[in-house]
């Protein structure tokens, strides 16, 4: 007899794409997690009317497609717009003006690699979260009763700040449907618990790392709006080689 404990999906957090090799993900639907800034970006685009994106992980493939399609290129490497792109992975710059029913070929230094690497591993199904479309996310997690996996696509494999705590606000949201064996969940949790009353505040004070990489390049308007929830509340699915809004 089955219980009834074996029919609730699982769901876990995986703080590092170097991690998710360690889990089988034939069966799961993967929350691609890169808060600073694609997977914000994408929501923006989506939100704002884009037709779809197309992710894409390295830059030359990005050029190509740009070359062969009419789409807008845009990508970053170490933060900074990449060689031969129009773009950058702004998500201030898609406005609607801008964006609406054009397609996006996006690459991205963590976000885009991490997605292709959950495609190559068979994931039952990929959609992007981001604080941006979080209320949406959450709800389409628990709508399809599937077993999830949180993928943070970190720095270059290096478990960062924002990425772990986009993944606890969502196990904070939704853990009553699932079940949940995953130390690393309740470490984003924790972490999302104490920060949640000023996520920005926080980054500065932990001197998170990706916050002074962007601060830097002078985008504190990126990481302001890449903090706030829901301002491009749309589910972003990843469908036919493509993202769409769902």
Same mark, same amino acid.
């Given at each position: 007899? %089955?219980?009834?404990?074996?029919?609730?999906?699982? &769901?876990?957090?995986?703080?590092?794409?170097?991690?998710?090799?360690?889990?089988?993900?034939?069966?799961? %639907?993967?929350?691609?997690?890169?808060?600073?800034?694609?997977?914000?970006?994408?929501?923006?685009?989506?939100? !704002?009317?884009?037709?779809?994106?197309?992710?894409?992980? +390295?830059?030359?493939?990005?050029?190509?497609? /740009?070359?062969?399609?009419?789409?807008?290129?845009? @990508?970053?490497?170490?933060?900074?717009?990449?060689?031969?792109?129009?773009?950058?992975?702004?998500?201030?710059?898609?406005?609607?003006? #801008?964006?609406? @029913?054009?397609? &996006?070929?996006? %690459? %991205?230094?963590?976000?885009?690699? &991490?997605?292709?690497?959950?495609? =190559?591993?068979? =994931?039952? @199904?990929?959609?992007?979260?981001?604080?941006?479309?979080?209320?949406?996310?959450?709800?389409?997690?628990? !709508?399809?009763?599937? $077993?999830?996996?949180?993928?943070?696509?970190?720095?270059?494999?290096?478990? !960062?700040?924002?990425?772990?705590? #986009?993944?606890?606000?969502?196990?904070?949201?939704?853990? *009553?449907? #699932?079940?949940? $064996?995953?130390?690393? +969940?309740?470490?984003? *949790?924790?972490?999302?618990?104490?920060?949640?009353?000023?996520?920005? /505040?926080?980054?500065? *004070?932990? $001197?998170?790392?990706?916050?002074?990489?962007?601060?830097?390049?002078?985008?504190?308007?990126?990481? *302001? #709006?890449?903090?706030?929830?829901? !301002?491009?509340?749309?589910?972003? &699915?990843? +469908?036919? @080689?493509?993202?769409?809004?769902?």
């Amino acid at each position: 007899m %089955t219980s009834k404990k074996s029919k609730v999906p699982s &769901l876990n957090t995986v703080l590092s794409p170097s991690l998710l090799k360690l889990y089988d993900i034939s069966n799961s %639907t993967v929350v691609i997690i890169d808060i600073l800034r694609a997977t914000s970006t994408i929501a923006a685009a989506l939100y !704002n009317g884009a037709k779809a994106v197309i992710p894409v992980d +390295s830059v030359a493939d990005c050029i190509k497609l /740009g070359k062969q399609m009419e789409v807008i290129t845009a @990508g970053e490497r170490d933060g900074k717009i990449a060689e031969g792109l129009q773009y950058g992975n702004t998500p201030l710059q898609y406005t609607a003006d #801008f964006i609406k @029913g054009k397609t &996006l070929v996006l %690459t %991205t230094t963590n976000g885009t690699k &991490l997605l292709h690497v959950a495609l =190559a591993a068979n =994931a039952k @199904g990929i959609i992007t979260g981001s604080f941006c479309n979080i209320s949406s996310v959450c709800d389409y997690l628990v !709508n399809q009763k599937t $077993n999830v996996i949180l993928a943070c696509a970190a720095w270059k494999n290096r478990i !960062n700040i924002e990425d772990t705590l #986009f993944a606890g606000a969502v196990m904070n949201r939704v853990k *009553e449907n #699932f079940d949940i $064996n995953c130390d690393a +969940s309740q470490i984003a *949790e924790t972490l999302y618990l104490q920060a949640k009353g000023d996520l920005l /505040g926080f980054m500065q *004070e932990k $001197n998170a790392s990706h916050y002074h990489r962007l601060m830097n390049f002078g985008l504190e308007k990126d990481i *302001e #709006f890449c903090l706030t929830e829901d !301002n491009a509340n749309i589910p972003t &699915l990843y +469908s036919g @080689g493509r993202l769409i809004a769902g």
